[in-house]
């Protein structure tokens, strides 16, 4: 487009986007900074470490005290998590994503985890009318920062040309590799 900027990452101008962000820690700190550097309006829940919540607070993040909480707030949630553990935690509790997200919302899931629960997650986020996609990162902390992350994306082909601007925030490739659970397989091969 004339006038804007020609770099890959540019998330488009349309109204002002909600975003989650579960999992401040060290790369999900450096993803907070990317999405308001973005000047997207960033809702946070934050670990037990407080470091990067506070950090993300001080630079403009909401902060919630629960995930039910978050989830009413936005349209979209990134996940930046340990496992696929902390994922199903998250997502199936009863005060977790799949019961408190609105319908049509969307769920990233930036974790590292397994393949076979991101399927079910997504077959579970669909009965829900919620979305839900695997985008894992790689690079470090600091890239994360700076916005130089890469995203392996699983997502159909009607929801990522939608869902893409949101990783297009923190990372420097987002490469869709197919459905949903493609982008974990990929990681960890």
Do not use: W
Not at 71 to 80: C, E, G, N
């Amino acid at each position: 487009m004339i006038g804007e900027e020609s770099s890959p990452n540019v998330v488009p101008k349309t109204t002002k986007q909600r975003i989650g962000l579960i999992g401040a820690g060290r790369i999900g700190t450096g993803i907070g900074i990317s999405l308001l550097r973005h000047q997207l309006e960033l809702y946070i829940k934050a670990n037990r470490n407080r470091f990067g919540a506070d950090r993300l607070s001080n630079a403009g993040a909401h902060e919630h005290p629960s995930i039910a909480e978050l989830a009413q707030h936005v349209s979209a949630v990134v996940l930046s998590l340990p496992s696929s553990n902390e994922v199903e935690a998250v997502c199936l509790g009863q005060d977790g994503l799949f019961v408190h997200m609105p319908r049509g919302g969307l769920i990233i899931d930036c974790s590292t985890a397994y393949p076979t629960s991101t399927v079910a997650l997504a077959d579970e986020a669909r009965k829900r009318g919620v979305g839900f996609i695997d985008a894992p990162i790689t690079r470090s902390p600091e890239q994360a920062e700076l916005g130089l992350l890469n995203a392996i994306v699983g997502s159909n082909e009607k929801r990522f040309p939608v869902a893409e601007g949101i990783p297009a925030a923190f990372c420097e490739t987002v490469l869709h590799v197919g459905e949903v659970g493609q982008g974990h397989k990929l990681k960890l091969v």
